[in-house]
């Protein structure tokens, strides 16, 4: 079963506009979530976290936002660069032992059209 | 301070063989995971590594598997190679390795298995 759904597999956005991308959880011991962005042919680099202790974390023009009630979390990017344009995925972690991992979604290609 | 370096970038390989690819970690971080990346299943977790041990392993069948070395540099085997381990295998190190410690990944080795 997934325990990190990324729903919807691609997002296109205008750019200068604002760009929201989803994420659901279903594993009630993860305590802390991460978004990271994939270019092709490159790792995936770290882009902004959140622990489940906060509702709100900012970075720049990235922000995440953290819902527990509804186990939903959500990137906000504002204003949408074209250099944006990436795959973006949500993972989270908790608890110990094999929880500890990052469990991953399965990633949202994200368009910013110039 | 150096990214995660894998080694090689780009692997061929025929059904049947096998193969090890290599990870450094960042100086300094002691836990390296490794991850299987491909379309349908986008990223999963193989198994991680601190101080030499095994710490967590994923669903993954025997013919994977890995070793760290004093240094914190990894190696993952795969052993009996098929078509389906065609994959973008990626090593992400961290410090600790426990759930709110930021993995950073290297580029991937591209394994395609003939």
């Known amino acids: 079963d997934q325990q990190v759904k990324q729903n919807s597999p691609s997002l296109s956005v205008q750019e200068g506009r604002i760009s929201i991308l989803n994420c659901d959880y279903t594993n009630s011991m993860f305590d802390y979530f991460l978004w990271y962005k994939k270019y092709p042919a490159e790792g995936p680099t770290f882009l902004i976290s959140i622990s489940s202790i906060k509702d709100k974390n900012e970075d720049g023009r990235f922000t995440v936002f953290l819902n527990k009630s509804a186990k939903h979390l959500s990137l906000h990017i504002v204003p949408s660069q074209p250099g944006d344009s990436a795959v973006y995925f949500c993972?989270?972690?908790?608890?110990?032992?094999?929880?500890?991992?990052?469990?991953f979604g399965k990633g949202i290609t994200l368009s910013v059209r110039p | 301070k150096a990214g995660v370096t894998q080694t090689p970038r780009y692997l061929i390989k025929t059904r049947g063989q096998q193969v090890t690819l290599s990870c450094s970690p960042i100086?300094?971080?002691?836990?390296v995971s490794w991850y299987q990346q491909t379309p349908g299943q986008g990223l999963q977790f193989l198994f991680e590594y601190f101080s030499e041990t095994q710490r967590n392993k994923g669903n993954f069948p025997g013919r994977f598997s890995g070793r760290q070395f004093s240094n914190s540099r990894s190696e993952m085997n795969v052993s009996t190679l098929e078509l389906g381990d065609s994959a973008l295998y990626l090593c992400?190190?961290?410090?600790?390795?426990?759930?709110?410690?930021?993995?950073?990944f290297g580029p991937g080795t591209r394994l395609t298995v003939l």
């Open positions: 100086s300094g971080h002691r836990s």
């Open positions: 993972a989270a972690s908790g608890g110990t032992g094999a929880n500890s991992k990052l469990t």
């Open positions: 992400a190190s961290s410090t600790t390795g426990v759930s709110t410690d930021t993995q950073y």
